[in-house]
């Protein structure tokens, strides 16, 4: 994994970077927590500017947030609604629920979107409830854009900064990353399990 990364780093450059980033928001094969600190390490190197890297991949990033803007735009409110009436139980939601989520993200919607890009997972469907929200598609990328641009500045800055130990760096990160992510996992299934063992007219846990 590291030597296709780095290998499509340096054939590509700060297109690769982009490149990289823009799919890991769409479909993460490959996280952004391997991504930017190899980028950041070869600026280190002398490659490639540190400066460019960051914009390359915070622009990147900002890209592959919009398929699923486009995504939640598509399915609009209504239809979330009806889908979450049949199978909510699935998105370990109950329409009660849901329409506490619509009313905190009308309220809050801008700074879950700048929250949401520091968090692994979450990160890549964040811009999903802007769409279903019906926010404009400026205001998702501007908002989505203080913490997209903070993320990639800080992983390639750690790549920058521990230049030889860069893969290190990567490996502590994505393990942070990957116990976040196990943490939602169990949060997810635990509502699940919650919901299916709740009446209709049950709210469930809140």
């Known amino acids: 994994m ?11 450059g700060y297109l690769g970077v982009a490149l990289l980033m823009a799919l890991e ?10 991504i930017m600190p ?5 600026a280190a190197r002398g490659d490639l500017q540190l400066a460019g890297l960051i914009a390359a991949g915070g622009i990147g990033s900002l890209l592959g947030t919009l398929p ?13 609604r009806r889908w979450v009436e049949r199978h909510g139980r699935w998105l370990a939601m109950t329409p009660a629920s849901l329409q506490r989520a619509e009313a905190w993200f009308e309220r809050r919607g ?27 598609a400026l205001s998702m990328l501007a908002w989505s854009a203080g913490g997209t641009f903070a993320w990639s500045a800080l992983l390639a800055g750690l790549g920058y900064a521990l230049a030889e130990q860069y893969a290190r760096v990567a490996e502590v990160v994505d393990a942070m990353a ?10 997810y299934v635990w509502r699940v399990m919650a919901i299916g063992k709740s009446s209709p007219g049950d709210d469930g846990p809140r």
Do not use: C, H, K, Q
């Not at 990957?178 to 949060?187: K, P, R």
């Open 110 to 136: 801008g700074w879950a979107l700048l929250g949401g890009r520091l968090v692994p997972a979450v990160r890549s469907v964040i811009s999903m409830p802007a769409g279903i929200a019906r926010m404009s």
């Open 68 to 80: 699923w803007y486009w995504l939640g735009r598509g399915i609009g409110p209504e239809r979330l």
């Open 38 to 42: 190899f980028a950041g390490a070869a």
């Open 2 to 12: 590291a030597d296709f990364i780095t290998g499509f780093i340096e054939r590509f």
């Open 178 to 187: 990957t116990g976040v992510v196990v943490i939602l996992v169990i949060i």
């Open 25 to 34: 928001n769409i479909f993460p094969p490959i996280p952004s927590e391997l």
